[in-house]
Structures are given as C-alpha cells and as structure tokens.
C-alpha cells in the first residue's frame, strides 16, 4: 500500500509488488530530505529512504518509503505532500511507502535511511 500526492490531492493505492532498484540522490533530492527532517524526528516514525522502485505494472518510479507506524499517518503524508509541492512542480507525484517489515530488510540492501531515529541508550 502506498499514498500517492501530488499537489493537495492524496490517495492510497494497493500494488502488488515493489522491486527497490536504489537510492535517488542529488542536489533536489537532498534539500527535500533536509526539508523533511523536523517533520520525521517529530512523526514517531523509525526511517525514511528515498528510492527508486519498480511497481508490478513495470512503472519505475520516485518513492518516500517511510519504516514504522504513527497514529499521525495521514497528517504526515499532507505535511510532507506540502513540502514536495512547494519545492518541485505541482504536476510532479510523489509515491510515499509505508514499508512492511519484508519490505524493510529488502530496501535496505540497495539503499540507505536519510532518517533513522536515534535509539535511546
């Protein structure tokens, strides 16, 4: 399952399969992380990657895979819906992944967290 925003419109979609081919990396990509950041260490989430995948369809695509759960899920999708807008096209989507626990260990062979909650300790 996986939210799809682009400009102020979110939607969930199911797909059956996510292949996980690599980070997506460069000087857009890191200032939206950098962007995002507060937002993440504040979500109660645990990582957040940002890949490249490939759907079942054969789409590749741009995704925000986010690793944990929060009771805010849908108000972190809009807030961070609203930092890709202002800072890409409106017409751009952004895919955001709410990654299963197999889906964890899979992106994590090709791709590393930009965000990781730091572990009290």
């Given at each position: ?6 400009g102020q419109?979110s ?6 399969r ?12 890191r200032e ?21 995948v490939?759907?079942s369809?054969?789409?590749v695509?741009t995704?925000?895979c986010?690793e944990g ?6 108000e ?8 890709f807008?202002a ?29 990781q ?5």
């Open positions: 399952m996986f939210d799809w925003f682009k419109k939607e969930t979609l199911q797909v059956h996510i292949d996980f081919l690599g980070e997506q990396n460069g000087p857009p990509e939206f992380k950098t962007s995002i950041l507060k937002l993440l260490e504040e979500s109660g989430l645990d990582a957040a990657f940002l890949a490249r490939l759907y369809d054969g789409q695509a995704a925000l986010l759960s929060s009771p805010r899920q849908k972190i999708v809009g807030e961070i819906g609203a930092k807008s800072q890409f096209n409106r017409e751009t989507s952004l895919d955001m992944i709410f990654l299963t626990r197999e889906q964890s260990r899979n992106i994590r062979s090709v791709c590393r967290p930009f965000f909650r730091a572990v009290p300790g």
